[in-house]
């Protein structure tokens, strides 16, 4: 689940280390991270929607999150990501999935190959000058373009404020569906949001914290205390303080065509 706190730092050093943290801990994120509505990948598909499977590609599919609701639709998935940890838990956890090492910047696949093309959760670590033009190569004409974040929902007094104290020393703001950029290849955007829950206590939602990036790359005395910041909040809080709850997401979407 990304967050204000997930986005990309400007130093480009430090974005590049975030970028690629998460591999290490592939297991904990397949295990802690939510997946999506099938609400917001309905909707994210419905321009191309069709009583046939789609051929859809997953891409920066990290662990397999949007894979496996994709796949539960009945969809014919190709499942792309650079990171071989993330890549490995992805079969492991979805071994009937094509998947394919790769990036956003160099897709390994022909032209016009695919009906949509997918993106949870990592839009904002691409190169987007790269990456736009090799999208729209391997998108037929008519196929459809969509990122889909879960965000904390910040309409929830208590969730806004469990977000301040998650802040680290690397956390940056920036509204996520603002990174995919107008290209000439491309339609006009739509975007939508779905309210979305899923079940944690509060161990787990500090386990769930820990697998974003801002958490991953900061030093083990920062993120210790940033753990125990959290707990101590969790524990105090009537919501969440005894055994399992249901934590808010908003589901953003952001869709287009490609001409």
Known sequence: ???DHDRPHHDA???ARRASSFGAHASAYAEHRPDYPVEAVRWALKPVSSPTQLNVLDLAAGTGKLTGVLM????RVTAVEPDEDMLS???RRHGNVRALPGSAERIPLPDHAVDAVLVGQAFHWFDQERAMPEIARVLRRGGVLAGLWNERDHAVGWVADFAEITRSSVSSIGAAVDVMPPHPEFGEYEVAEFKYSFPRTAESLVETVRTHSCALVIAEEEREALTERMLDFLRSHPETS???FEFPITTHGKRTVRR
């Not at 539960?72 to 969809?75: C, F, P």
């Open 89 to 91: 838990e992805l079969c």
């Open 72 to 75: 539960t639709e009945g969809h």
């Open 1 to 3: 689940m990304t967050s």
């Open 13 to 15: 050093e430090l974005r």
């Open 242 to 244: 005894h055994g399992e």
